[in-house]
């Protein structure tokens, strides 16, 4: 599995070569290939067609917010900003209600609640709703940062914003991803007597913006400089 070679090449068992080798078997690419496809398609029936698109998968916060979330970045060129790309985080999967506790692995283990101790994905011996625990928000900003590799000038922030959205995700230091719900981390994303609120990883990130700006990034003509319909998709997209 994807896990597994990970721990294998970051305690040296394996070489570059033949992590590569173990990434293809775990399936992880063609994950990501499937979700890219398929956000084409939902931006090829919106913008092509013009047709309205129902997304909706078994649970309806995984792949749902997976693909609603790469196919406004698709067809909406603020959604590659720095701000747009937290804006559209903030609404298609924390104010959406992508489960993050369950996915990631936090919150009551064994029985005992931790908080927003994070259990980690290779910790040993500490089980939490395993069935439960998916990289489904790591998966998606794997696709974003294929989409970066291939479209580089497209977007203003940088692959150490996305590392950091990764790593601060499933860290626990940020109320930001704790919690299963927008209600649970009003209740309870506080600290000590619950009256101290813990910091948001967006306000962090806002404050040290230049970190993440991609140098490449040309930014997209506005709406208002294209007449038809053609030049906004050739032009300002």
Known sequence: SLLVACEKFTSHDIDEVTFEIEIDKSMWLSHLERCLVASIHVATVLDDECEPTLIHCSDGWDRTAQLTSLGQMLLDP????????????????????????????????????????????????????RDERSPIFIQFLDCVHQ???????????????????????????????????????????????GSVEEPSLWDTMIRAD???????????PTSDACRTRKEYSEQCV
């Not at 937290?86 to 931790?114: A, C, I, P």
């Not at 590392?163 to 991803?177: D, K, N, Q």
């Open 78 to 129: 603020f959604y590659r900003t720095i701000v747009g790309f937290m804006t559209l985080v903030e609404k298609e999967w924390l104010s959406f209600g992508h489960q993050f506790e369950y996915r990631n692995g936090t919150g009551v283990v064994d029985g005992n609640s931790v908080g927003g101790t994070t259990v980690g994905w290779n910790t040993k011996g500490r089980t939490k709703r």
């Open 147 to 193: 989409l970066i590799i291939q479209h580089p000038i497209s977007f203003e922030f940088n692959l150490i914003f996305l590392e950091r959205l990764a790593r601060h995700s499933c860290s626990g230091w940020y109320t930001t991803f704790l919690f299963n719900s927008e209600r649970d981390r009003h209740l309870f994303g506080t600290s000590g007597s």
């Open 210 to 220: 230049s970190k993440y700006t991609n140098q490449l990034y040309v930014r997209p």
